[in-house]
């Protein structure tokens, strides 16, 4: 299997049956990127998609990818330290997205928090969620990603594995960028402009909501009914 | 501050592939299969509680998976087949339900037909002791209690017949 198989692998599924299983974590992030950036139009007078869009994405695939990747690819020694303390990065990950959630929530209350609002902010943020996203996702493996995780988990071959689970991750990171991205170009020029901050609040609730899941241990339950019900 | 806004994640990106290179160097330490297979004890859902500890002596196969899976649907058939196949004095099997409820495990099991013995991992903690990451992924355990092979994905009846044979066979 070749890289650009891996990496369309990965973006195709986004688009097929295999999105209940990502859904774990595709309307989080959406809500997260929709948020910072109705949280910009709110007090930013230049607020372009590609100044304050593309570099969280950018952030959040390297973050996510990264940690994706290296979770699959068992073979390799840093994974199983990563795997061997996994309860407490996921509470660690909880934290991050309840900080995430709050800056939503304040970031236009609080001037402090608004003079700190750039793309560099936003981009460490985004790369911190993608970290967290990818330990406490569980991925439903795809018979292309089986295939990946059957090189990963192999000493002799599992650099090769975690390489092709990167662009595999990556691919699938794209395809949600793509997808968050039209939805706020959607929603910035439909008549829902009229209540952005109410669907920036929005935004913040349902990453609250994620975070308290996490750290209560609750995800499963959205994962069997949300998941279930849809499935 | 372009530099900073877009050099940050591409350094990143960048520094991930150093590190993994370098861990391929240390990647001599043993992984997943041949190790010992971590011990639990589980409650089963049809009664009585199943602990790992007590089939040594016998091959073990555990099946995680989940209700809200895609792909796990598809291979319950194949593992209810073939559990029928060996004697249980020789071959245990069992599913061990992840990231789901109990109403929703056995509703699944239900629909798909799987009768082997079924538990649900209420805490998470068995999915973290085995590493596991991502649904279905079945374990191959040895007589002795060690991972013999363990195979991330759907099973196919050839391969879980391959596998089963190995453990059964080995002295």
Same mark, same amino acid.
């Given at each position: 299997?070749?890289?650009?198989?891996?990496?369309?692998?990965? &973006?195709?599924? &986004?688009? #097929?049956?295999?999105?209940?299983?990502?859904?774990?974590?595709?309307?989080?992030?959406?809500?997260?990127?929709?948020?910072?950036?109705?949280?910009?139009?709110?007090?930013?007078?230049?607020?372009?998609?590609?100044?304050?869009?593309?570099?969280?994405?950018?952030?959040?695939?390297?973050?996510? +990818?990264?940690?994706?990747?290296?979770?699959?690819?068992?073979? @390799?020694?840093?994974?199983?330290?990563? +795997?061997?303390?996994?309860?407490?990065?996921?509470?660690?990950?909880?934290?991050?997205?309840?900080?995430?959630?709050?800056?939503?929530?304040?970031?236009?209350?609080?001037?402090?928090?608004?003079?700190?609002?750039?793309?560099?902010?936003?981009?460490?943020?985004?790369?911190?969620?993608?970290?967290?996203?990818?330990?406490?996702?569980?991925?439903?493996? +795809?018979?292309? @990603? #089986?295939?990946?995780?059957?090189?990963?988990?192999?000493?002799? +071959?599992?650099?090769?594995?975690?390489?092709?689970?990167?662009?595999?991750?990556?691919?699938?990171?794209?395809?949600?960028?793509?997808?968050?991205?039209?939805?706020?170009?959607?929603?910035?020029? #439909?008549?829902?402009?009229?209540?952005?901050?109410?669907?920036?609040?929005?935004?913040?609730?349902?990453?609250?909501?994620?975070?308290?899941?996490?750290?209560?241990?609750?995800?499963?339950?959205?994962?069997?009914?949300?998941?279930? &019900?849809?499935? | 501050?372009?530099? /900073? $806004?877009?050099?940050?994640?591409?350094?990143?990106?960048?520094?991930?592939?150093?590190?993994?290179?370098?861990?391929?160097?240390?990647?001599?330490?043993?992984?997943?299969?041949?190790?010992?297979?971590? %011990?639990?004890?589980?409650?089963?859902?049809?009664?009585?509680?199943?602990?790992?500890? %007590?089939?040594?002596?016998?091959?073990?196969? /555990?099946?995680?998976? *989940?209700?809200?899976?895609?792909?796990?649907?598809?291979?319950?058939?194949? /593992?209810?087949?073939?559990?029928?196949?060996?004697?249980?004095?020789?071959? *245990?099997?069992?599913?061990?339900?992840? %990231?789901? =409820?109990?109403?929703? *495990?056995?509703?699944?099991?239900?629909?798909?037909?799987? $009768? /082997?013995?079924?538990?649900?991992?209420? =805490?998470?903690?068995?999915?973290? %002791?085995?590493?596991?990451?991502?649904?279905? =992924?079945?374990?191959?355990?040895?007589?002795?209690?060690?991972?013999?092979?363990?195979?991330?994905?759907?099973?196919?009846?050839?391969?879980?017949?391959?596998?089963?044979?190995?453990?059964?066979?080995?002295?």
């Amino acid at each position: 299997m070749g890289g650009g198989a891996a990496l369309w692998g990965g &973006f195709s599924s &986004f688009f #097929s049956i295999w999105q209940l299983c990502i859904m774990q974590i595709s309307p989080f992030f959406i809500a997260f990127l929709a948020g910072i950036y109705l949280a910009t139009l709110g007090q930013k007078e230049e607020a372009g998609i590609i100044k304050w869009i593309l570099p969280p994405c950018i952030a959040y695939a390297a973050g996510f +990818t990264l940690f994706y990747s290296l979770l699959i690819a068992s073979g @390799l020694s840093f994974s199983r330290t990563l +795997t061997g303390n996994i309860g407490n990065l996921r509470i660690a990950a909880g934290a991050v997205i309840l900080l995430a959630s709050l800056y939503i929530f304040l970031v236009n209350r609080v001037p402090a928090l608004g003079k700190m609002h750039r793309p560099p902010l936003l981009s460490g943020l985004a790369l911190l969620i993608g970290v967290s996203f990818a330990l406490m996702y569980s991925p439903c493996i +795809t018979p292309m @990603l #089986s295939d990946i995780m059957g090189l990963a988990s192999q000493r002799g +071959t599992a650099v090769e594995g975690w390489y092709l689970a990167f662009l595999y991750g990556l691919g699938t990171t794209i395809a949600l960028c793509l997808v968050a991205v039209a939805l706020i170009l959607f929603l910035g020029k #439909s008549k829902a402009a009229l209540r952005l901050a109410s669907i920036k609040n929005a935004c913040g609730v349902i990453l609250l909501c994620l975070a308290f899941m996490n750290l209560a241990g609750l995800m499963r339950h959205y994962k069997a009914f949300v998941l279930g &019900f849809v499935l | 501050m372009k530099t /900073i $806004t877009y050099g940050f994640p591409l350094a990143l990106l960048l520094g991930s592939m150093l590190l993994v290179q370098g861990c391929n160097k240390e990647a001599a330490t043993p992984i997943t299969a041949k190790e010992a297979a971590p %011990d639990f004890s589980i409650e089963l859902f049809g009664g009585g509680n199943f602990r790992l500890s %007590d089939h040594k002596g016998k091959a073990v196969v /555990i099946n995680f998976f *989940a209700s809200w899976c895609v792909s796990c649907g598809e291979e319950t058939p194949i /593992i209810e087949k073939v559990a029928h196949q060996y004697s249980p004095q020789k071959v *245990a099997f069992l599913a061990i339900a992840v %990231d789901d =409820t109990e109403k929703k *495990a056995k509703a699944f099991l239900q629909k798909t037909g799987l $009768t /082997i013995p079924a538990g649900l991992d209420k =805490t998470g903690k068995i999915k973290d %002791d085995y590493g596991l990451y991502g649904m279905p =992924t079945t374990f191959f355990i040895s007589k002795e209690g060690k991972i013999n092979h363990l195979h991330a994905g759907v099973v196919t009846e050839d391969l879980l017949k391959h596998e089963i044979g190995k453990l059964v066979d080995a002295h």
